[in-house]
């Protein structure tokens, strides 16, 4: 009987690819692979270590999969990704419960990484993170109806916060290619919404071709039948053309749903933080995009108590989300990580800090209900994803909601919809920052 091999995946979903790839390579070799931890003869725990609360969530996993360990309940523990990568020199010395560690540029060796846990041997494998991409296949773990396509790896921005290229090494296109024919083997396998990802998208060809090519791989996509939504995150705002603007206005299957990470929009604070572009800049892009893409939602990351930001900063942030009204925002709190460059610059005390992403989350949320409000007796598609028994409806999401980070649809209806089906639903009422409606039946 084949050993049973089981997944924890944390983070983004660039690591989660990443573990969809080492699952493929592993079931290939002839190990089973199991959604459950309990009995598992290898348990992979495929970790971030981007900022400290993900490294504590890591760290705090390796140690609750350690206490199955030690009750025999589970086998051998092997750690890859970022945390790995991160701290190669430590990690198995203060975590006795590992057995192995793969970095960052290893993945391809977790069959063999496998091998030795089980043998009794414990691997520590850090390859080079700026290696040239190798094709894998993927055992899918989202529902069937989506996919994540990361189309590049690494980053070259080099953002005085961020640890990043000293993880996951230079920015490095995937072939363009190689691209369109796995959308196409996701599309045949029955993926709806294929989600475009990458540190930087807006990036995608710089390094491979010597331009842009994100616009050109869209509009490919596009051609692909079977796909019904094509969605993408992380464009620095920098690097958006009006090429890539048109692409995204005209095409009908690209959502109208925009991730652009800024961070911050005071112009002393982005260029203390090796970000390019300012203040002036953002004003004219984001009002720009509106009114180039019909009916867009735009999300972004912002960043609370960076190095510089005084009450005049952040009073300057809140005016600048009050003006723009940016529907989906993610407020995180600064983490002076050590190696950056950042780390060794002047920032607000941390409760200064989480105070201030309060403010922001509470000022968000008066934008995000006025944008609910806005949308009853409004007929939208919905993408199924399932049935909540204890509502007793059905629920999904629209193009302004991606999967795992924004709200939801629930709605009633004369039948059972699949998961993966597109419905029309008319809203009635907005509710804890989802939307309530019936469905409009055919």
Not at 74 to 98: F, N
Not at 258 to 266: F, K, T, V
Not at 278 to 303: A, C, F, G, Q
Not at 417 to 431: A, D, H, L, N, T
Request: charged letters at 30%; one cysteine or more; glycine letters at 8%.
């Amino acid at each position: 009987m084949a050993e049973k091999i089981a997944m924890v995946s944390l983070g983004c979903a660039k690591n989660q690819v990443d573990a969809e790839q080492m699952l493929c390579l592993l079931h290939e070799a002839g190990y089973e692979i199991t959604t459950e931890v309990e009995y598992s003869d290898v348990t992979i725990v495929n970790t971030c270590g981007f900022i400290e609360s993900a490294k504590s969530e890591a760290i705090q996993e390796i140690l609750e999969l350690g206490l199955l360990k030690n009750e025999g309940k589970i086998g051998k523990i092997l750690v890859t990704g970022c945390l790995s990568q991160r701290y190669k020199d430590q990690l198995l010395e203060e975590l006795p419960e590992v057995d192995g560690i793969l970095g960052c540029g290893s993945y391809t060796d977790i069959v063999s990484a496998v091998d030795d846990v089980l043998a009794g041997d414990h691997p520590r494998r850090m390859d080079d993170i700026n290696g040239e991409l190798e094709e894998l296949g993927r055992v899918l773990t989202t529902p069937e109806y989506y996919a994540y396509l990361k189309i590049a790896e690494g980053c070259d921005n080099h953002c005085a916060f961020c640890v990043i290229p000293q993880l996951r090494g230079k920015y490095r296109s995937r072939k363009f290619e190689d691209l369109i024919e796995e959308a196409k083997l996701l599309a045949d396998q029955g993926v709806k919404e294929l989600i475009v990802i990458a540190q930087d998208t807006s990036r995608y060809g710089i390094d491979r071709y010597g331009k842009r090519r994100l616009s050109e791989l869209l509009r490919e996509l596009c051609k692909i039948e079977g796909l019904h939504w094509i969605r993408v995150h992380y464009l620095y705002p920098d690097e958006m053309d009006e090429e890539l603007i048109d692409t995204i206005a005209r095409e009908e299957k690209i959502c109208s749903y925009l991730d652009i990470p800024i961070q911050h929009c005071n112009d002393e604070i982005l260029r203390h933080m090796n970000r390019r572009g300012n203040k002036e800049y953002l004003d004219w892009l984001l009002p720009h995009l509106r009114e180039k893409i019909p009916n867009l939602v735009l999300r972004t990351s912002l960043i609370a108590g960076l190095p510089g930001e005084g009450e005049a900063e952040f009073e300057e942030l809140c005016e600048f989300l009050k003006k723009h009204r940016m529907e989906r925002v993610g407020c995180f709190v600064f983490s002076p990580e050590e190696g950056t460059a950042a780390a060794k610059m002047e920032y607000p005390d941390r409760d200064v800090a989480e105070k201030r992403a309060e403010i922001v989350a509470e000022l968000q949320s008066r934008i995000m209900d006025d944008y609910n409000s806005a949308m009853v007796g409004k007929t939208v598609e919905v993408l199924v994803e399932g049935y909540d028994r204890y509502a007793e409806c059905q629920f999904g999401r629209t193009y302004a909601d991606s999967p795992e980070i924004d709200g939801m649809v629930f709605f009633t209806a004369e039948r059972r919809y699949r998961p993966g089906s597109f419905v029309k639903v008319k809203i009635e009422e907005p509710m804890d920052g989802n939307l309530i409606g019936t469905a409009v039946e055919d």
